[in-house]
């Protein structure tokens, strides 16, 4: 009962975390702006030096709406959205969202991301959930030196994603592989988890 009322302020929260993040993160991209055109005052173009540290400041800033919207997105279940969604983006920002994730299990981890591979669902929202309960399955069965292989690609109708672990254990997230399951059976994705192999078949977009 405590654990159900934790996590049902956590939408709450996360809206709140949203918007207290994202207007000091607009705000600084406006200042950037501002900052690199008073540099151009003098010879119509900013400094090389500077110009990479104000590119450095915009990725920055740009990784953190990113990672803040994955978070949302896996977080905050809305309503149902049908529709298309581009799974290749989302791989690569779990990934980045979960790199840390990765490095404090000491797992190494090798992508091969096919762009554009876009998949269509019932809920569109759900992307985010695949992608983070399959990384986590196989960040922990992989823990300690272990290595993951993530897999992106088009095959004719269907898009894949294919998550692999050199784990050798038995299963550490028994109710994960549950979640995911009936999941994929409740949006018609089709799964094949067994062992170190997590591999998701959506229909492609």
């Known amino acids: 009962m405590v654990g ?5 302020a956590v939408p709450t929260l996360m809206d709140s975390l949203m918007h207290d993040v994202r207007n000091p993160l607009n705000a600084l991209a406006i200042h950037l702006e501002v900052l690199s055109e008073k540099l151009k ?18 990725d920055q800033i ?23 969604a581009d799974l290749s983006e989302a791989t690569t920002r779990a990934l980045g969202v979960l790199g840390h994730e990765g490095r ?4 190494q981890v090798q992508s091969a991301v096919e762009a554009g ?5 019932p809920d569109t929202s759900d992307v ?3 992608l983070v309960q399959s990384l986590l399955r196989a960040f922990r069965r992989a823990e300690g030196g272990g290595s ?20 050798s254990a038995a299963e550490p997230m028994p109710e994960v ?22 591999r998701l078949v959506f229909p492609r977009g």
Not at 4 to 8: D, I, V
Not at 41 to 58: I, Y
Request: proline share 5%; net charge positive; charged share 25%.
């Open 117 to 121: 591979v876009r998949v269509r669902l």
């Open 4 to 8: 159900a009322a934790r996590y049902g």
């Open 41 to 58: 005052a003098e010879t119509g173009q900013v400094p090389p030096s500077q110009e990479k540290n104000l590119k450095a400041m915009r």
């Open 128 to 130: 985010g959930f695949f």
């Open 148 to 167: 993951v292989r993530v897999l992106v690609r088009a095959d004719g109708p269907h898009a894949v994603l294919e998550v692999e672990d050199s784990g």
């Open 177 to 198: 592989v549950a979640a995911l399951e009936l999941r994929c059976a409740q949006l018609g994705v089709e799964p094949q988890i067994r062992g170190g192999q997590c």
């Open 104 to 107: 404090k299990r000491r797992v």
């Open 62 to 84: 740009q990784r953190v709406d990113g990672i803040l919207k994955l978070f949302s997105e896996f977080v905050v279940h809305r309503v149902a959205t049908p529709g298309e």
